[in-house]
């Protein structure tokens, strides 16, 4: 079993009922959830809840965050704008297992028209149960630090 964890949520509206699927999972696994909305299905910029969420993880608030838009791609952009966020956008369990495990994300992000239910239930378990492996993943990952410059 996983020890509690403060979990940032986030959607569009295409991802609203995708997000509530997986933030009543968290709740039943005993995990707190700041939930940065939306909660309905007017449309709204899926850019807001990207750095809702990343300023959320980024500044402690929560540990991990959550994202959901049509297709993921957009609000995993928007909050890999944010210092300090590794956001991933993954497709399965697979996927979020070695997000965690070789690059450290914080911040895992789904195509609510990409993937179901049940495939995003089960990757957003792998993802909060794998450890970031560190060792020899430690070097890329402080490459990914928009502080990290290339030397000659």
Known sequence: MIAPLTVAVGADHAGVALKSTLRQALEEAGHSVLD???????????????????SAVNNGQARFGVLVCGTGIGISIAANRVHGIR?????DATGARLSREHNDAN???FGAR??????????????????YAGGRHDRR??????????TP
């Open 87 to 91: 956001c991933a956008l993954v497709h």
């Open 107 to 109: 911040i895992i992000a």
């Open 114 to 131: 990409m993937i179901g239910p049940e495939p995003a239930l089960e990757a957003l378990r792998a993802f909060l149960a794998t450890p």
């Open 141 to 150: 990952v402080l490459k990914l630090s928009p502080d990290w410059t290339r």
């Open 36 to 54: 940065m909305g939306t909660h309905g299905p007017e449309s709204v910029d899926y850019p807001d809840f990207g750095s809702a969420v990343a």
